[in-house]
């Protein structure tokens, strides 16, 4: 069994070797776009706002909320919900660099008075008990050494009622991959660092949730509407497509 230590080596290798490519293909962005209508009729900007505004209508955001980003990358999705809907939001990451990289874009785009961040790992914060209005994780779930624990600490910290939005992959079991595709994706799920993968499949996912006491739990495939954006990055970035034949969104 991997360590949570070793686990964070590992995703702080994979962001720091993959830190050119995000930044040359999707601007620093770290997921897919969303296309309402399943075809490649915008921009992958465009597709990356629309998935932002999409997770507001989830979090159902209000200005006086205080709201947690578990995973903040560049803080991207971050500074674009506090500029439009003018709530308060802190990103926490444990990758050192993209700190830096999130500060200079809030204050470029005028949201600094709205955003914070700080390094720090979201299975195991500093928070105090119901702090926030909302808790979500763009992406970044999958990168959990422990799916169950990371949901137990954001049950603690979210307050009575508040939402949990968790945009990310799931997989089916592995008597449905060939053994081809399961060798290449246990490959692409080690060298990504996606330690709670095999902890989210198709139909069982929402048991995870239950579990750690969350209640009228929603679950929706919009497989459909990322699969534009997952093409786009196929032909930039030559990423083998046998990674999106398992995963729904």
Known sequence: MTSTNEHHKKVLSYFKES????????????HFGYYSDGIDSITEKKAQESMHDLLAEKLKIKKNHTILDAGCGQGIVSAYLAKKYGCSIIGITIVPFEIDKAKRLAQKIG????????????????????????????ESFVHSPDADETLKEFFRIL????????????????????????????????????????????????????????????????SKNVLPSIRKLNKLAKIPYVFVNYLKL
């Open 19 to 30: 830190k050119l490519g995000y930044d040359l293909v999707l601007g620093g962005v770290k």
């Open 111 to 138: 949201a600094t008075s709205h955003v914070k961040y700080h390094l720090m790992d979201y299975s195991n914060t500093n928070f105090e008990d119901n702090k926030f209005d909302a808790v979500y994780a763009i």
């Open 159 to 222: 307050k009575p009622g508040g939402i949990l939005a968790i945009f990310d992959y799931t997989i089916s079991h592995d008597n449905e991959f060939t053994a081809y595709d399961k060798k290449m994706f246990d490959i692409i799920a080690e060298r990504t660092a996606m330690g709670s993968i095999k902890d989210m499949r198709h139909d069982s996912f929402v048991n995870l949730f239950k579990e750690r006491g969350f209640k009228n739990i929603t679950r929706k495939d919009i």
